[in-house]
C-alpha cells in the first residue's frame, strides 16, 4: 500500500497583501528553523525575481519547530535589492552561508548609454520571456502593456556569498562569487559540506538558465574554486540544483529540466570533482528539495504545476538512484493555480515533517505557507 499524508496542521509564514511572497527555502541552523524567500511588490500581473528590480530576499525563524515564525528581515541587508531566490547553507560549526546572484538593473536612458548592449535585456524582452514561459499566467497581459508598467532594463549582474556567525542576525562579510566562464550563479537550495569540510554550493548559469555547475570553498566559505562543469546538453535546459550528501560520501543532485519540465539526476563520488552524464528521474514536476530521513530513505519534494496544482513529495530506497514516482504523496493539494510550488520538507523533532511553499490564498495574496504531516 503506498504511504499517505496526515495534514496535522496548516501555518502561514508569511503573508503580504501588498507583496508577492514566493520561493522558500528551508534549513536547520542551531535550534532553529530558517525560511528564506522572496518577496516583491504586488503589481498587476505576477512577475519573479528575474523580471523585477524590486525582489528582496527576507528571513524568518521559528524556535517552535515551524509551529509559529518570527517576521522576516531583508537579508544581508535592506540595500539588497534586485536579487533572484537566494539559498542557505549552514556550517557545521554554527556558521551559515546566504547565497545571492543580483542583477544589474537600469533605468532605461543607462541602458540607452550602456556600453555592453547586446547583454541588456529591455521591457519587450523580459515581457516576451514572461509570455513564453509556463510558469505565468498571462492574465491580460502584453507587451505594449508591459513596456508601459515597466520601466528598467536588465544586465546580467553577478553572484555574492554572504557569511554569517550568528544564525543569520548580522552578515559581516560579503564574498564575490567568480562564475566565469558562466555568466553568473543562481542557486536557491544551497550546499553541502563534506568530511573533510569542503563546501559544494551547485549553481545555474544566470540569466540563461541552462548549465549547471559547482564551486568549491575549502575555507568556509571565504575563498571558491573556478567553476567545475555539471551538467550541459543542447537539447537541454538544466537549472535549480538540490544537491544532498548521501551517507557513503557521494552527492546527489537532482536538477530542473527546463525543455521536459521534469526533474533530472548526476551524483558524485570524489567531492564534486567530476559528476555522472545526466539522467531523467520519473519524477514529474520541479524543482527539487531533497532530504534524508532518520530511516535512510530520501524524500524528495517538488511543485506540481498542472491540476490538482499540488505540492507533492516522492521517496527513494536506494540512495537516490530510483524513485517510486508511481505513488506520489500529496502534501498540499487544490491549490487553484500554477503559482505555486518551491517546496521544501525537514523531518521535525517529534517524528513529524514540515514543509514550506509558496501559492495564493483565496483573496490572490500569494504567500509562503508550511504544513505539519506525517506518513499515515
Not at 165 to 194: I, K, M
Request: glycine share 10%; net charge negative.
Amino acid at each position: 500500500m503506498a504511504p499517505a499524508v496526515e495534514v496535522l496542521a496548516e501555518v502561514v509564514v508569511h503573508r503580504d497583501p501588498a507583496g508577492y511572497c514566493a520561493h522558500p527555502h528551508l534549513v536547520r541552523c542551531g535550534g532553529e528553523l530558517l525560511c528564506l524567500f522572496t518577496r516583491g511588490p504586488r503589481r498587476p500581473f505576477v512577475l519573479h525575481p528575474p523580471e523585477d528590480p524590486a525582489f528582496k530576499n527576507l528571513l524568518a525563524r521559528s524556535t517552535d519547530e515551524g509551529a509559529s515564525w518570527s517576521a522576516p528581515v531583508p537579508v544581508p541587508g535592506p540595500d539588497w535589492t534586485g536579487v533572484e531566490c537566494g539559498s542557505l547553507t549552514p556550517l557545521p560549526e554554527g556558521g551559515l552561508l546566504l547565497h545571492q546572484h543580483r542583477f544589474d538593473w537600469l533605468d532605461l536612458a543607462a541602458a540607452e548609454a550602456h556600453p555592453e548592449r547586446a547583454a541588456i535585456a529591455w521591457p519587450e524582452d523580459l515581457v516576451r520571456a514572461h509570455l513564453a514561459s509556463a510558469e505565468h499566467e498571462p492574465e491580460g497581459l502584453g507587451v505594449e502593456r508591459a513596456r508601459a508598467l515597466l520601466h528598467w532594463a536588465r544586465a546580467p549582474g553577478r553572484a555574492f556569498l554572504h557569511r554569517s556567525a550568528d544564525g543569520g542576525r548580522s552578515w559581516p562579510t560579503t564574498v564575490p562569487l567568480d562564475t566565469a566562464p558562466y555568466e553568473g550563479g543562481y542557486g536557491l537550495r544551497g550546499g553541502v559540506v563534506l568530511a573533510d569540510g569542503t563546501v559544494l554550493l551547485p549553481l545555474a548559469d544566470c540569466p540563461a538558465y541552462r548549465r549547471v555547475f559547482v564551486l568549491r570553498s575549502p575555507d568556509g566559505g571565504s575563498s571558491w574554486s573556478p567553476p567545475v562543469p555539471i551538467a550541459e546538453a543542447p537539447d537541454r535546459r538544466f537549472e535549480e540544483p538540490a544537491p544532498l550528501l548521501l551517507t557513503d560520501g557521494r552527492v546527489l543532485l537532482l536538477l530542473r529540466e527546463n525543455a521536459s519540465r521534469t526533474l533530472w539526476r548526476v551524483e558524485s563520488a570524489d567531492g564534486g570533482r567530476s559528476w555522472s552524464e545526466p539522467e531523467p528521474t520519473g519524477i514529474d514536476g520541479y524543482p527539487a528539495h531533497l532530504c534524508r530521513l532518520p530511516d535512510g530513505r530520501i524524500l524528495c519534494t517538488y511543485g506540481f504545476r498542472r491540476p490538482p496544482f499540488a505540492v507533492r513529495a516522492v521517496l527513494s530506497e536506494d540512495g537516490g538512484r530510483s524513485w517510486r514516482t508511481e505513488t506520489p504523496l500529496e502534501v498540499a493539494s487544490g491549490l487553484g493555480s500554477k503559482d505555486l510550488g518551491y517546496p521544501c520538507t525537514l523531518p521535525r523533532a517529534d517524528g513529524t515533517f514540515l514543509t514550506v511553499y509558496y501559492a495564493r490564498d483565496g483573496e490572490g495574496v500569494t504567500c509562503v505557507r508550511a504544513r505539519i504531516w506525517r506518513l499515515g
